[in-house]
């Protein structure tokens, strides 16, 4: 069966941004990649070992689950084309038309929450994977929910001191199974593991 | 120049103790060890890839920092011969005569704070690094004072959700470089990071 999945970047203290929704540094590997660039409409860029991993993680994705506050922030910067190529379900109070965008991003929003964003997603995504796009208050609800199958964190090397912490507000203790380890030159270093449920 | 080094488990969420001083499984992967067994005057155990990183963690140590609170927790517990085997210094508000153990441990309590215990452990140790011992708090005073050039964390594959973070109360952003990840078998993952002051 298809699985939910998510990617994030966290400082070693394990924030997933900086304080007042800043990014402080931690996508700073992204932005030359080449599997990034091409994401985002641009050519060239680097392909190292964070671009393949960047471009593993969205190879199988078929649809998106997103935060509205993720949302909100991203969705002037995104503009007419926004970088995700696939059905988004927003989970947000708000109810609102789909929104329909060019590169084949589709924005649904969900109002009746989380846990029925999931499935919605999973139906849009057919034999591919779902994946938590964030922010940190989706992952912790899929992770309380018992709904998240594998997390990969991208550890980058800073202490931020400050911010939204990546797991924060879980109800329960979760078992980890790591799955793999990929020491990247650049000084990320990326974590997969699969929840054990 | 010698350096001052730290060592501490934590889960995947960055807890290096759970609730209550609980250690709720961040040590498990420790006990079987050969060179923990060894340093707690025990025979046998296992001879891994884990072994050899603790092994090694503790081999060009001269002197010890450590908290008060990990102190007064481990006093009773570590009995007669305290699993150290070198000059260890306590950073407590109570002045207390030094306590020589068998097994080359000795306590020194040092009642002019955490920046007062570095230089006298520095003197202890000679050649060889001093380790800040614990707890999380006096991590913190190191790294806040900017006296801590090396950290490696032994990520545990769990997320505790709850307890005592590693990595709190920093006054600042810390810059890190990253030196080593070893990815053993038992699925705890050793980052090892230089400090950048």
Not at 73 to 88: C, I, K, R, S, T
């Amino acid at each position: 069966m298809a699985k939910v999945t998510t990617n994030m970047s966290i400082s070693l203290d394990g924030f997933a941004a900086g304080p007042n929704d800043s990014v402080d540094g931690l996508h700073d590997w992204l932005y030359e990649l080449s599997s990034w660039r091409e994401r985002h409409g641009l050519d060239g860029g680097t392909s190292d070992v964070d671009a393949e991993v960047l471009d593993e993680a969205f190879r199988n994705v078929g649809a998106l689950v997103m935060g509205r506050r993720m949302f909100d922030l991203g969705e002037q910067p995104w503009g007419d084309e926004p970088p995700f190529h696939m059905p988004v379900f927003v989970v947000t109070h708000r109810a609102r038309e789909p929104k329909v965008c060019k590169g084949g991003t589709t924005f649904t929003f969900v109002t009746e929450g989380f846990e029925a964003a999931v499935p919605q997603a999973r139906e849009a995504a057919g034999e591919r994977d779902v994946a938590v796009a964030g922010g940190p208050d989706v992952i912790q609800q899929a992770l309380n929910a018992g709904l998240l199958d594998e997390i990969q964190v991208h550890v980058v090397p800073l202490l931020l001191g400050d911010g939204q912490r990546l797991f924060d507000n879980l109800r329960a203790r979760v078992e980890l199974e790591r799955i793999r380890v990929v020491e990247a030159p650049s000084g990320v270093t990326h974590l997969r593991y699969r929840v054990v449920q």
